[in-house]
């Protein structure tokens, strides 16, 4: 890693990328800063690279963070991956805007390998044994999450793909990711019933993290490419680890390009609102007032205030 400050102090970053497999690092911007928040949530998955964008409107560079879901090496099994401290750390930050990249199977046979799918909603097929909310332990919270992703957020990426799209970049508007708990991939009998359910990919990974995502008001959006048919289709073959990483590396460039287009508009003044997530802000305190001041216990109100000064004071 680049021999480069471990603190930065010179705005607040409010626009993170999180990178998924064959995404562990994001090239082509000037790293200033590595920072690793200890959270209440322990450690992120890698440390935080604050890269600096060159903004379009003014001469100063926007900060973007950037973390590796699965750590530098893709150390971390999707189970492993310690998403509480991933999102905390981003908020303590300054982050109100996350970018998720992950590699999916495709569901259907329209999505091909190496396609891009922007995905609207998500079926959660993980099992319980990841943590999956900031509220527990004597304070409780419950936050809408009809929609996953953020849609204001999903307009502007879907933009910015099509504007790619002619140059090996194809494009899906719309899609039902359903997160599975793996490590393992599915059985064929599972693979074909999400089929029948709707899911249009399939991942380890879009939960808890949009969950967590959604609690700290920070506007959320995944960008899937998919890197295989899983294992439903007659003559594609199952899905194994050298297809994913195989259609990772082939299509890694158009995968930065999209991630580096979405970077470009969001750095524009005139989306400032939408990066602040100014439309989410407060939603969490309301949802987390359910447990009277009297039943709140001393070890939840202390990590809750952290994550959110003054909220549950
Ligand atoms: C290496 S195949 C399974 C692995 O790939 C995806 O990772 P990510 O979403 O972080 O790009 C999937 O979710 C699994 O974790
Ligand atoms: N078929 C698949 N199942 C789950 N996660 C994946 N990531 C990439 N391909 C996948």
Known sequence: MADVPSHYNADPIHIAVIGGTGLQHLPGFSHVATVEPD???????????VLHHPSPSSHKPV???????HGLHHELAPHEVPARA?????RYLGVRTIIAFSAVGSLQEHIKPRDFVVPDQ??????GIRPFTFFEGGMVGHVGFAD????????????????????????????????????QFSTRAESNLYR???????????????????????????????????CWHESAGDVTVEMV??????????????????????????????????HLAGQTKFAGSITGAHGRSQVAKEKLGWLFPGYFD
């Open 39 to 49: 959270t209440p949530w322990g450690k992120p998955s890698s440390p935080i690279s």
């Open 148 to 183: 996953p992703f953020d849609p204001p957020l999903a307009k502007i990426v879907r933009q910015c793909g099509h504007s790619l799209e002619g140059e090996g970049v194809a494009l899906h508007d719309k899609g039902t990711v359903v997160c599975m708990e793996g490590p």
């Open 196 to 230: 029948q359910w709707g899911g249009s990919v399939i991942n380890m990974s879009a939960l808890p993290e949009a969950k967590l995502a959604k609690e700290a008001e920070i506007s959320y959006q995944m960008i899937c490419m998919s890197t295989d048919y899983d």
């Open 245 to 278: 990483m195989g259609n990772m590396k082939a299509n890694s460039e158009n995968a930065r390009r999209f991630v580096g287009a979405v970077l470009n508009e969001l750095s524009k003044e005139e989306h400032g609102d939408q990066v602040l997530a100014k």
């Open 86 to 90: 991933n999102i905390a750390a981003l």
């Open 122 to 127: 998500i079926i959660d097929r993980t099992k």
């Open 63 to 69: 900060p973007i963070a950037f973390v590796s879901r």
